[in-house]
């Protein structure tokens, strides 16, 4: 019986918004899990809650009614932060310096980064939409171990060949690209279909 109704509940993907620069992508990524009918599981770092107000005309809280379910950042003993609750992967957007390099070590000191944690002990899907550049020698050494563990690094770098014409389109494009990824067709992901 259980078993039967676990079956008919929505699919379930974990987000994660750190402090780095583009909360545009996470917000965005929010939107789209909603319209592909999936189940949104949110945690933001406090640095993505003061870049939410400094790249965007968004308040913290309304960014979290977006989601179907958000957690605080220091709520280690939410539904996310075991193994035993099942997700169909996580994508952190945009990841920061900070946030991959506690994931990478795997100490961790926030639901966030535990969140990520478990999804690569569990070997589901892992999107890393990292946000530095240039990156040192320290960074490319950890990027690489998260690669190495099973961590997806997708840099927010856009493509031109569809003509993107306004930031909301490289928006769009990283956020169906990220999505592509854990395996869901987003209809706005405009693809190439060759010349």
């Known amino acids: 019986m259980a078993r039967a109704a676990e079956d008919k509940q929505k699919e ?20 789209a899990l909603r319209e592909l009918g999936l189940e949104s599981h949110l945690v ?18 309304a960014v979290a009614k977006l ?27 945009p990841c920061s310096v900070r946030s991959w390099s506690e994931i990478a070590t795997g100490v961790t000191t926030n639901l966030l980064t535990r969140a990520a944690d478990v999804t690569l002990k569990e070997r589901r899907p892992l999107v890393l939409m990292v946000r530095e550049t240039p990156l040192h020698t320290g960074h ?19 493509a031109f060949y569809d003509e993107p014409h306004r930031i909301s389109d490289f928006v769009d494009q990283m956020a169906g690209r990220a999505l592509d990824l854990l395996g869901y067709d987003w209809p706005r992901r405009k693809r190439w279909n060759g010349h």
């Open 44 to 61: 933001m770092t406090k640095a993505a809650e003061m870049t939410i107000g400094l790249e965007t005309d968004l308040k913290p809280k």
């Open 12 to 31: 379930r993907v974990v987000l994660g918004i750190s402090g780095a620069s583009g909360v545009a992508y996470g917000i965005r990524l929010l939107a």
């Open 67 to 93: 989601a179907d379910k958000a957690y605080p950042i220091g709520d280690i003993g939410a539904a996310i932060a075991s193994g035993t609750y099942r997700t169909k992967g996580m994508i952190v957007a």
């Open 140 to 158: 490319l050494r950890t990027l690489a171990q998260l690669a190495e563990m099973g961590a997806i690094i997708l840099p927010p770098v856009p």
